[in-house]
């Protein structure tokens, strides 16, 4: 299995916790609070990034503890060993170790690819642009773990040009030309790689029958040229505007994801929430399938089944099998996933504490 041993030690409700032999498919059953899906958010932060739940370092520290936390993992049986943690003195600050040598959470793609769904992602076609950029973007990661730094080179040089553009006076042209070139450079590969992602996930999705999942349409809806030199010029020629504005109005940072339920070519917002979930569950197929290669791959599925009924529970298995992740899921009962057999392991999670059943 890609992950073999996972460890927490004062993470979240979860004082001492260590999981081993997993299985391809992992099962936590327990009631709500129980600490499952803080199992899930653990597995979360070994990838790049601020983890499924986008919280702060200090924040994912045991209650009554010193401040610190620490999460770890063995990967082909001890053959990687990837760690993040942070200690009392600095508690908003994670550092990330592979094979024991601390290198920057960048890295993480690397050697893992992660992917999850959750609950709370069911609102994303009703919510802004912001919050599609950042699933769209995990999407990306999990095929291309350098995804991150250009992501990371994007955004400095957008905070530096919108700081200068904010400021006292008229702003150094040659200062901006450069910040600019930069900036363009960055933002021509953000969109080449949420782009290709786009053009393979609607490749696999438009194959798939109707049901049981629904099928959706996807375009990549880009906030400015794609073009390195074009998105120059653009930067260039809105200055002006962009000044007024108070922030740059042009760029891959306004890109969003637009999704249509194909079966009545209606837009994912104007969709019931039933066909909401349905889609994002056909696109997190759709790219557990595509986004397998070199490197492990976990699929989180938080509280997945719950609203399943035996047909799509079923063909969701089915799916999943067919992917090649390695699958960790939720729940509260352990009846929804008796589909899975012995291919399973499964976990009971109270008050913190994981026993294997």
Not at 102 to 129: K, N, Q
Not at 130 to 156: C, I, M, N, W
Not at 160 to 178: I, V
Not at 279 to 302: C, F, K, N, T, Y
């Amino acid at each position: 299995m890609p992950l073999t041993r996972l460890t927490l030690r004062d993470f979240r409700n979860h004082a001492a916790t260590r999981l081993e032999g997993t299985a391809r498919f992992n099962v936590l059953i327990g009631e709500n609070g129980a600490g499952k899906t803080n199992v899930l958010e653990a597995l979360s932060l070994l990838s790049p990034g601020r983890g499924l739940r986008r919280a702060q370092p200090a924040e994912m520290a045991a209650r009554g503890g010193d401040g610190s936390f620490a999460v770890g993992a063995e990967l082909e049986d001890g053959a990687v060993a990837l760690a993040t943690a942070t200690t009392p003195t600095a508690p908003g600050r994670r550092t990330v170790r592979i094979n024991g040598a601390e290198g920057p959470a960048a890295r993480l793609g690397e050697w893992l690819s992660v992917t999850w769904l959750t609950p709370a992602m069911d609102r994303l076609f009703a919510e802004g642009a912001g919050a599609r950029r950042r699933f769209l973007d995990r999407l990306v990661l999990a095929v291309e773990p350098g995804h991150a730094k250009q992501a990371s080179r994007y955004e400095t040089a957008l905070r530096e040009r919108n700081r200068l553009l904010e400021g006292p006076g008229e702003p150094d042209a040659l200062w901006l030309d450069g910040i600019e070139a930069g900036l363009a450079e960055a933002g021509a590969e953000l969109a080449r790689a949420r782009g290709a992602l786009v053009l393979g996930l609607a490749g696999a999705l438009e194959g798939l029958p109707e049901a049981p999942f629904a099928r959706p349409a996807l375009a990549y809806a880009a906030g400015g040229p794609v073009d390195a030199q074009a998105l120059r010029d653009a930067l260039r020629e809105n200055r002006r505007r962009d000044r007024a504005a108070g922030r740059t109005l042009v760029g891959p940072h306004r890109d969003d994801l637009a999704v249509t339920l194909a079966a009545k070519q209606a837009p994912a917002a104007d969709c019931s929430t039933g066909e909401q979930k349905a889609m994002l569950i056909s696109i997190v197929l759709a790219h557990a399938a595509l986004s397998g290669g070199e490197r492990p791959q976990l699929l989180l599925l938080d509280e997945i089944a719950a609203h399943l009924d035996p047909l799509r529970r079923a063909a969701l298995y089915e799916r999943l099998a067919e992917a090649g992740a390695q699958v960790w899921m939720t729940g509260t009962e352990l009846a929804p996933f008796d589909g899975l057999g012995a291919d399973a392991a499964v976990w009971r999670v109270a008050d913190g504490a994981v026993v294997r059943v």
